[in-house]
C-alpha cells in the first residue's frame, strides 16, 4: 500500500537524484525503479539518453519520458499482437501526459525552458554544466517533482481502484 508518505519519499527521491547531477528522465524513472525489479544502476543507464529532452535535442520533456516509461514498466504489454495490452498502455499514457501538460504547460523541453528561434534550433550534444545559476535559470527540479507526483499518484489511484 503506496501511503502520501511514501509518495512524498519518491518525488522527494527524484528531485535529489536531479539535483544531484542526473538528468529529468533518469531521476524520475529512478526513483522509482525498485518497484519493478531494476536496479538504481540500470534504471539511470536506460534512462540516460531521454535528458534535455531526448539528447539534448530539446523535444519531449525527459521528466515525462520518465512517466512514459515507468508507465510501460507498470502497465506495458508484453505480446507482440496483444492491441488490448497496448491501448490500456497508451490509454494511461496520455491520462498521466495530459495532467503534466495541464500542470507545466507543455511536454516540449523548449518551450518548457522558454527557448525560441535559433536558440531553440542550435542543438548541442554537450551536457549543461551543473552550477548554482543552472539550477536556479531552469525550472526542472520542478518538473522533476511534477512528473514524479504525477506518476506516484496514479500509483495510488489503482492501488486504491483494486482494492
Known sequence: MMTNQDIDKRVERAVDYFMAGYGCCQSVVAAFADLYGLDDTLAKKVAAGFGGGVGRMRMMCGAVSGIVMLTGLDCGQTEGND?????????????????????????ICAEILGLQGKEKAVCSYVASERTAEYYKSRPCAAKVESAARIFADYLKRKQTDND
Open 83 to 107: 492491441r488490448e495490452g497496448k491501448s490500456a498502455c497508451y490509454k494511461v499514457v496520455q491520462e498521466l501526459l495530459a495532467q503534466s501538460k495541464q500542470a507545466n504547460g507543455s511536454l
